[in-house]
Every structure is written in structure tokens, then in C-alpha cells.
């Protein structure tokens, strides 16, 4: 292992936090830190713990297969309320957002308390304000989400289809729909 990968890897060890590739780089120095990235991911890989990118940024984590032996035997789940749960969605899916935005795709309004609890997670913050009136504050969500998630990406938010299929959005019964059409036909 050449001397730049050992440094990497030990920036890596000792950071608190993921790292981008120019973050790393100051710390290293020159070199191909890409190159060096891929070598010591692959180096890693089928270990008890391997070097993982998420949102541009690297980190070691401990193998997921593995994870079960470092749990704590009294976890204490982050139970969100559904309209926190609701609120995240919207961010998530169409960010940056603002909290009118926020209410009127949920048709309802949202208390203060909501977006507090999504900040105070670190899955949310606030992403500048939206020029026009009254400039509206907007909110988008953070590396700490995409990494609590397991997402490199907001692309990579499951969709519709996706959402259907693990049983978490009911299918439309469209039988439904086409009655309710057919009684708004007769009555006109």
C-alpha cells in the first residue's frame, strides 16, 4: 500500500465526519485521490468494515452484515410523527421547499414544532430564502439524511412504483374512480 493511500485511509479513520475528495486532498496533499479512493474501497471490500461514498462524501462504516454485533441491546428508535414523516417526504421529493409549499401539498398547516424535530434530527435545514414576496424561507434536506438513509442521492428516493410494490402506498382501485366519474357524468 502506497504512502498516499495510508494517509487517506488514516484522514479517513480519524475524521468525525465524511469527507469529499477536496477535503481530503487538503489534508494529503498531492496526488490522485480518486485512484486512491477505489484502491483502498477495494482493499476494504468483504472486511468488517468497508470505505463507502454517499453524496460525494467518503466514510468507513462497519459492513452491514456485521451491524447486528455492534447494536446496543437498548436502542431507542427516532419515531417520527406522521406529519413529520409527511413533512421529510416533501422535502425529500421537492426541495428546496418553502412551508406554504409544504402545507399546500399536505392540506394542512404544519406546526413550527414539525420542522424543529426534522432540524434537530440534522435531516433538514433551511436552504436560503425563495426571491418573491415576503421571501419565503426554504428547507431542503442534508448530507445526514442522505447518509442516515443509506442514499447516495436524492435520485436515489424510491419512486412511485418502487413505493407500491413494498406495500407502502395503497393501489388506487380504480373501479372507484371510474364510478365516481360515471355518477359526476349522470348528474351533469
Same mark, same amino acid.
Given at each position: 500500500?502506497?504512502?498516499?493511500?495510508?494517509?487517506?485511509?488514516?484522514?479517513?479513520?480519524? #475524521?468525525?465526519?465524511?469527507?469529499?475528495? &477536496?477535503?481530503?486532498?487538503?489534508?494529503?496533499?498531492?496526488?490522485?485521490?480518486?485512484?486512491?479512493?477505489?484502491?483502498?474501497?477495494?482493499?476494504?471490500?468483504?472486511?468488517?468494515?468497508?470505505?463507502? &461514498?454517499?453524496?460525494?462524501?467518503?466514510?468507513?462504516?462497519?459492513? $452491514?452484515?456485521?451491524?447486528?454485533?455492534?447494536?446496543?441491546?437498548?436502542?431507542?428508535?427516532?419515531?417520527? #410523527?406522521?406529519?413529520?414523516?409527511?413533512?421529510?417526504?416533501?422535502?425529500?421529493?421537492?426541495?428546496?421547499? #418553502?412551508?406554504?409549499?409544504?402545507?399546500?401539498?399536505?392540506?394542512?398547516?404544519?406546526?413550527?414544532?414539525?420542522?424543529?424535530?426534522?432540524?434537530?434530527?440534522?435531516?433538514?435545514? $433551511?436552504?436560503?430564502?425563495?426571491?418573491? $414576496?415576503?421571501?419565503?424561507?426554504?428547507?431542503?434536506?442534508?448530507?445526514?439524511?442522505?447518509?442516515?438513509?443509506?442514499?447516495?442521492?436524492?435520485?436515489?428516493?424510491?419512486?412511485?412504483?418502487?413505493?407500491?410494490?413494498?406495500?407502502?402506498?395503497? $393501489?388506487?382501485?380504480?373501479?372507484?374512480?371510474?364510478?365516481?366519474?360515471? #355518477?359526476?357524468?349522470?348528474?351533469?
Amino acid at each position: 500500500m502506497d504512502e498516499l493511500v495510508r494517509a487517506i485511509e488514516a484522514t479517513l479513520f480519524a #475524521s468525525a465526519e465524511p469527507l469529499t475528495v &477536496e477535503d481530503i486532498a487538503e489534508h494529503v496533499g498531492e496526488g490522485d485521490v480518486e485512484i486512491a479512493l477505489g484502491q483502498l474501497a477495494q482493499h476494504y471490500e468483504g472486511r468488517g468494515i468497508e470505505l463507502v &461514498e454517499r453524496g460525494g462524501r467518503w466514510h468507513f462504516q462497519t459492513a $452491514p452484515d456485521l451491524a447486528h454485533l455492534l447494536r446496543r441491546t437498548r436502542e431507542e428508535p427516532r419515531r417520527l #410523527s406522521r406529519a413529520a414523516t409527511e413533512t421529510l417526504a416533501i422535502i425529500a421529493y421537492h426541495e428546496p421547499v #418553502s412551508r406554504g409549499e409544504i402545507e399546500a401539498i399536505r392540506g394542512v398547516q404544519i406546526s413550527k414544532g414539525t420542522l424543529d424535530v426534522l432540524m434537530d434530527a440534522g435531516w433538514v435545514r $433551511p436552504a436560503g430564502r425563495r426571491e418573491g $414576496p415576503g421571501r419565503p424561507l426554504l428547507y431542503a434536506t442534508t448530507q445526514e439524511f442522505l447518509t442516515h438513509f443509506g442514499l447516495v442521492s436524492r435520485r436515489d428516493l424510491p419512486g412511485i412504483d418502487d413505493l407500491k410494490a413494498a406495500g407502502l402506498l395503497d $393501489p388506487l382501485d380504480e373501479s372507484i374512480f371510474q364510478l365516481q366519474l360515471e #355518477s359526476e357524468d349522470q348528474g351533469d
